[in-house]
């Protein structure tokens, strides 16, 4: 089948989730000017760049994660794994403002070294960022869309010592989790290695 987005698909769901796939999930956690405290997850998360190391996330719409960091300048990204799954999509709760999604899922705020805002104590591992820039995508027809990109360099990691095998992060026992389409996700339980090759002249 083909069919244009802007005309839709004649399926029962949309499938553009489900094609780009898996995506990580940035659990993102902030602090508002007054100390309110957020935690959330979002499935448009990933990197731009390791020199410097820069990650964003993106809210369909203002959300209290984008107006927080918009706010302080500064979020952190924790990492999901498979045993945080069910208490990750907890804090995907529509709580009103104030109520402590850290609470409500039985999670564990830990001080960050060089931003405000608490990370997860329980996940492997987290990235303390500061904001770069706010992006708000326009579409085709310059109209601006709903979309808020929160970018932010990373400034302090953590990892817990408990999945550093051989020096390497050891992502099968994490068991990090991606976002599928529609209601599925998934989790890393296997990987495989490529050399990139390299152009041999003559």
């Excluded at 004649?10 to 956690?29: N, T, Y």
């Amino acid at each position: 089948m083909f069919y244009e987005p802007s005309k839709g698909h004649g399926l029962p769901h949309d499938p553009s989730k489900a094609i780009v796939a898996p995506r990580p999930i940035g659990w993102i956690s902030t602090i508002d000017r007054q100390g309110k405290i957020n935690l959330a997850p979002y499935s448009f998360f990933n990197a731009f760049s390791t020199k410097p190391f820069i990650v964003w996330f993106s809210s369909e719409g203002e959300k209290d994660s984008a107006t927080f960091a918009e706010e302080t300048g500064e979020f952190v990204a924790n990492l999901v794994s498979r045993e945080l799954a069910q208490k990750m999509n907890r804090t995907a709760v529509d709580a009103p403002r104030g109520v402590s999604e850290f609470g409500y899922a039985d999670l564990t705020m830990a001080p960050s070294r060089l931003v405000a805002p608490p990370r997860v104590a329980e996940a492997p591992a987290a990235l303390e960022c500061r904001v770069t820039e706010i992006i708000r995508p326009r579409a085709l027809d310059g109209t601006q869309t709903s979309a808020v990109v929160v970018a932010g360099e990373v400034v302090g990691i953590h990892i817990d010592d408990a999945y550093l095998k051989d020096g390497m992060f050891d992502i099968v026992r994490a068991g990090n989790v991606g976002r599928l389409g529609y209601m599925d996700y998934a989790s890393v339980d296997q990987t495989f290695s490529m050399r990139r090759p390299r152009w041999e002249k003559g």
